[in-house]
């Protein structure tokens, strides 16, 4: 292994030559990798989740504002207008396919 500085005028030099034997090597590569590799699947995992909560037909009203690209204010704005919130004891939620309907509800030409 040859870790290497540049130095435009006198071109690329080996700065410090390492020996490793392969099983150090791989001992080395080892604990480099797993950090990044963990990391990457906690990534993953936390994504995965994320699509499968807004893939939930209905949601609460942060997440709810997220799926839709409307703020919590203008959901709550929508919802004064007539949005149909679900209530279960202290639980809000808010269906997607109530959503869909109460925009088809109010959709009209532009007027000038």
């Known amino acids: 292994m040859h870790i290497t500085a540049?130095?435009?005028?006198?071109?690329?030099q080996p700065l410090i030559v390492v020996n490793f034997t392969d099983a150090q090597f791989n001992e080395l590569r080892n604990d480099l990798t797993t950090?990044?590799?963990?990391?990457?699947?906690?990534?993953?995992?936390?994504?995965?989740?994320?699509?499968e909560k807004a893939a939930a037909p209905y949601l609460n009203k942060a997440d709810f504002a997220k799926w839709s690209g409307y703020s919590?204010?203008?959901i709550n704005k929508f919802i004064a207008e007539g949005l149909p919130v679900a209530q279960i004891g202290s639980i809000k939620a808010i269906g997607k396919d109530a959503f869909y309907k109460f925009m088809k509800d109010h959709e009209h030409g532009e007027e000038n």
């Open 6 to 12: 540049r130095n435009n005028e006198q071109g690329t």
């Open 35 to 51: 950090p990044i590799q963990v990391k990457l699947i906690r990534e993953i995992v936390k994504e995965v989740v994320q699509q």
């Open 72 to 74: 919590v204010s203008t």
